[in-house]
């Protein structure tokens, strides 16, 4: 009896230690697994750039995103163009052109470039605030319209309703913007601009 007790026990001990052995081997191959697949992501990540808050759901679908979502970049980046003042003009104006398109991203440069001198040289700032916007999914466009109020040395020198059209581009899983210029409530997206060539960049007019 004591001698099949221990023959039982002693078996018993074997098939532990077999489990162990091949659970830790297991886990060992589970841990160089995901190491290699960690290895295979590594640099491949990719960031995409959001405004600051989200304040609507929405989808992204081949080179297409939602509107709701336009709607939103559309917003922050009318804010990053025309909420500035002399000491926040270079740092917005570099904010922006972070999401430029490649393509248009000469051209954007120095349409910014001539607001954020025109800001410094005249010591103004302005500021836009949004009435309505009107979307073109199709055309990944959204005009804003509102009061665009421009300041000169503390002076308030101008005021008027306008509307501002951005336009944007889905490249390679990230929303660039394509477009930014001023247009009118006649014309909201700019098309009879577009078709004489025109490129019109507001940034209200300081008194002569």
């Not at 659970?23 to 640099?43: I, K, R």
Request: aromatic share 12%.
């Amino acid at each position: 009896m004591r001698f099949s007790k221990f023959t039982a026990d002693r078996d018993n001990q074997r098939n532990e230690i077999l489990f162990m052995r091949i659970a830790v081997a297991g886990l060992v191959l589970a841990l160089l697994a995901n190491a290699g697949a960690s290895f295979t992501v590594a640099g491949s990540e990719r960031t995409i750039l959001v405004p600051p808050e989200i304040h609507q759901s929405f989808w992204v679908n081949g080179q297409k995103v939602s509107g709701e979502y336009l709607q939103e970049m559309a917003y922050w980046y009318a804010g990053l163009a025309l909420n500035i003042t002399p000491h926040v003009a270079d740092f917005q104006k570099n904010q922006f052109l972070k999401y430029a398109a490649p393509s248009e991203y000469g051209r954007l440069q120095a349409e910014f470039g001539a607001r954020t001198e025109f800001i410094r040289k005249n010591n103004a700032a302005t500021q836009f605030s949004t009435q309505a916007m009107t979307l073109d999914e199709g055309a990944m466009k959204v005009a804003l319209s509102g009061v665009l109020q421009t300041w000169v040395s503390d002076k308030k020198a101008a005021e008027k309703q306008t509307t501002y059209v951005v336009g944007f581009r889905y490249l390679n899983g990230r929303l660039h913007v394509s477009e930014f210029k001023e247009t009118s409530d006649q014309d909201p997206f700019g098309i009879a601009s577009n078709a004489n060539n025109g490129q019109v960049t507001g940034t209200g007019t300081a008194p002569r």
